[in-house]
C-alpha cells in the first residue's frame, strides 16, 4: 500500500491518517516495512483452518506467536459477513508483522476518527488500512433503550387525585399553636 504511493501530496496524506489513526509518531518508513509485511503474511498462503483452540469461542481468528501463521475459527466462516472476514484477515496480518501484546490488546471501532495512539496495536493497523482505502467508516454502535410507560416523576403522583393541601413549613412542626 504505501510502497506504490506515487506523489508526494499522496505520501502526506497517508501519513496523516496513519498519525491519526495509528499513533503521532509513526514515519512513513514504519508504514511502508509494516504494511509491506502485512500483504507478505496474506500472500505467502500463511493462512490456515483451524485448529480450534479454546479462545475460538472469543476470536474468530488468531495467531500463533512466532510462528506469525493466521488461524481462522470455525465461527469465522460461519458468524462473519464478508466485510468482518477481510478486516479479520488484516488485523491478523498486523499480528503476523510482528504489531501486538501479549499481556492483550485494544480493539477500535473503524470510524476512521478514533485513534489508539500506540503503534502496537494490531486494532490500529488494520483500523489505518481500512480508512487509507477509502472504506466506509462504521457507524456507532447504538443501543435501544426502551422508553417508559410514563415520565418517571409521574409514578409518584396520578393524575385524578385532588389537589393537596399545600405541606406546612418544616418549622411549624415544632411549634404548637398555643405557643404561636
Known sequence: MVSHLSTDATRARVLQIAQNLIAPGVTLGRLRAVTIRM?????????????????????????????????????????????????????ESAHAAGIGQLAGEAYVPFDCQYSEGDENVADAWAHFVHCALGLPAEAPETIAVPRPRQPFWEQFTTRDAAPREPAQPFWEQYTTRESR
Open 39 to 91: 500483504v507478505q503474511a496474506l500472500q505467502q498462503n500463511r493462512q490456515q483452518c483451524g485448529p480450534e483452540i479454546p479462545q475460538c469461542g472469543m476470536w474468530d481468528a488468531y495467531t500463533t506467536v512466532g510462528q506469525y501463521d493466521i488461524h481462522t475459527c470455525n465461527s469465522f466462516f460461519n458468524d462473519l459477513d464478508h466485510q468482518h472476514r477481510v478486516r479479520q484477515l488484516i488485523h
